[in-house]
């Protein structure tokens, strides 16, 4: 392997303001920083091949961020949504049947009325035409890899991975260094469980004081339907089965324009049980009566996987630190009940945006702009986030039936009263503590896939366009390479074989037939950046890291 230092020297660019990842709080950070000052320098880098290709969510969304960032949105020809939700439905799942829950004994923040359906990726994209249009720099396909500091540990930017780099770790022909890119402030927007946030969260002690983050993983399928079957701006949530009752997690099917519909499963990350696959539930999931026939006579067309922060209010990290600040996912602003985060995720790169200009007016540089983090609880995110922090806790502790109620009685309680009966809850253990050995768990016969409503994990990587260079170091590193077979495999029946959704992990035997000689394989070319592994892994031994840039998925409309 070769060391980085022998590698040469990287070249530098000089900016006002570095922003890593270009999802919806990246690009508003950035668009409101030039309309705040148009001289403001601001680059942005995404690990995509371009921007939107990493870019997954159900997606609802609650326009209150587009509004205020670009109160006009409506209004132009490209504009990124245009189906308004037109029926809201809930449910509860038996294995064979479905209650409706009624519209009107439901919250009032979980209506959507006013919401549009649309794909989260599409409106990123869009987003970054309105901030090249302002002057912004994006480089996609270059992936943030280090954190650069200054000689007295303040953040002073970052260094992009280096490219053409063989799996020995040796340069190959078409080597090319990576760019340093330093700015006065460098704001991480990497979403959730981001490679270089969770480097600054230690680094800096950001969540001390703070609950666990808690996580779910959220796997969605693009369906073209048949025309009769489609109804345009329908959004049905359900929860139940084909979960057990100590498993959190529910799913959502939402009709888009051009006889498209999205179905996807969240499955909290708290789950217990090792022999659970999320990816085999949410199949098993689409052959319920209420859900099968939505899909008879379509085409499934697109796949992917990505992980969801769903520790709200109480788990939000400090968000500055010297030279710059956590926004968006990587804050882990997302509002779990509502399975929202999009509308929070712009509005905090807007507030960031605003104490970033201020500080830059007043000559500043890599300072803490601690202003910033004092503002957000008392700001429209933190009342929204506040409204709910009780919900994923109650339900943890007591189930879904009984958390599920009392989780909704708090929720009206909070609206029209202000205040809780459970105060602020904590969540207990981090996510990857949860697991019960093998011994204690029982196993789960998942039904082969048909085909047809059901797919197997290769086929549906396919339709991700998942794609990374195979000569080139595996970015799913083990701290140590002999845990998965000696630990984790006869504690935990290997884990990682089933909750990746995208069939990195295996267990391979030289002996099949007696089970001797096992080896874990790594299949990094298969990986949907769900970043699952470096989240439930019980004996934290996987760390994510960045491939070269423009590698991973290439969602379409997602």
């Known amino acids: 392997m070769t060391d980085s230092a022998d590698l040469g020297p990287r070249e530098a660019m000089e900016y006002d303001v570095v922003v890593v990842g270009a999802g919806p709080a990246g690009l508003a950070a950035a668009i409101h920083l030039k309309q705040l000052n148009p001289e403001t320098s601001v680059v942005v880098v995404e690990k995509g091949s371009e921007v939107g290709a990493h870019i997954l969510s159900g997606a609802v969304i609650d326009p209150i961020g587009l509004d205020k960032l670009l109160p006009e949105w409506r209004e132009a020809d490209d504009r990124p949504l245009v189906t308004e939700v037109t029926e809201d439905q809930f449910y509860y799942l038996g294995p064979s049947g479905a209650l409706r829950l009624p519209n009107f004994g439901m919250p009032k923040l979980m209506s959507n009325h006013g919401n549009f359906v649309g794909s989260l990726g599409n409106v990123c994209r869009w987003l970054a035409t309105q901030a090249e249009a302002l002057g912004v720099e994006i480089y996609p396909g270059f992936a943030a890899a280090e954190v650069l500091y200054d000689d007295k540990g303040a953040v002073k930017g970052i260094a992009t991975g280096d490219m053409g780099i063989g799996r020995d770790g040796q340069p190959k022909s078409g080597f090319t260094r990576g760019m340093e890119l330093h700015g006065k402030y460098t704001l991480f927007a990497e979403g959730a469980r981001g490679s270089l946030t969770k ?199 007591l189930g879904t039936f009984a958390g599920v109620i009392l989780g909704g009685i708090d929720m009206h309680l909070n609206e029209k009263l202000g205040f809780s009966l459970f105060g602020t809850l904590k969540h207990g253990k981090p996510d990857y503590a949860t697991l019960k050995p093998i011994a204690e768990s029982k196993p789960i016969d998942y039904p082969k896939p048909d085909g047809k409503l059901s797919f197997d994990k290769l086929s549906s990587v396919f339709l991700s366009s998942t794609n990374h260079e195979e000569d080139q170091p595996i970015h799913l590193t083990l701290k140590d390479p002999k845990v998965p077979i000696e630990k984790n495999l006869p504690l935990y029946g290997e884990p990682a074989r089933l909750y990746c959704p995208a069939g990195v992990y295996e267990v391979v035997y030289g002996d099949e037939a007696a089970k001797k000689d096992p080896r874990f394989v790594i299949n990094a070319q298969n990986c949907v950046h769900c970043k699952t592994c470096d989240i439930k892994d019980p004996a934290q031994n996987i760390n994510w890291v960045t491939p070269e840039g423009g590698g991973g998925p290439n969602y379409p409309n997602m």
């Not at 969260?201 to 993983?217: C, H, M, S, T, V």
């Open 199 to 397: 480097t600054l969260i230690a680094k800096f002690n950001l969540a001390d004081g703070r609950e666990p983050q808690k996580y779910g993983i959220g796997i969605k399928e693009l369906w073209q339907i048949d025309p009769a079957k489609h109804v345009p701006g329908r959004v049905q949530h359900s929860f139940g089965w084909p979960l057990d009752s100590k498993t959190g997690g529910g799913s959502f099917l939402y009709h888009l324009e051009n006889n498209q519909v999205v179905v996807g499963f969240v499955i909290h990350l708290n789950y217990t049980n090792p022999y659970l696959s999320p990816f085999d539930e949410f199949q098993r999931f689409k052959h319920h009566p209420l859900i099968a026939p939505t899909f008879e006579g379509g085409k499934r067309i697109a796949y992917g996987a990505r992980a969801i922060t769903e520790g709200g209010y109480q788990s939000v990290p400090k968000l500055s630190f010297p030279g710059g600040a956590l926004i968006g996912c990587a804050a882990g602003f997302v509002n779990v009940p509502r399975i929202k985060g999009s509308h929070n995720a712009v509005l905090s790169g807007m507030l960031a945006a605003e104490h970033l200009s201020k500080a830059l007016a007043e000559g500043r540089s890599h300072d803490e702009p601690a202003s910033y983090e004092a503002a957000w609880r008392s700001s429209e995110i933190g009342r929204d986030l506040y409204k709910v922090r009780n919900v994923k806790p109650l339900w943890s502790k």
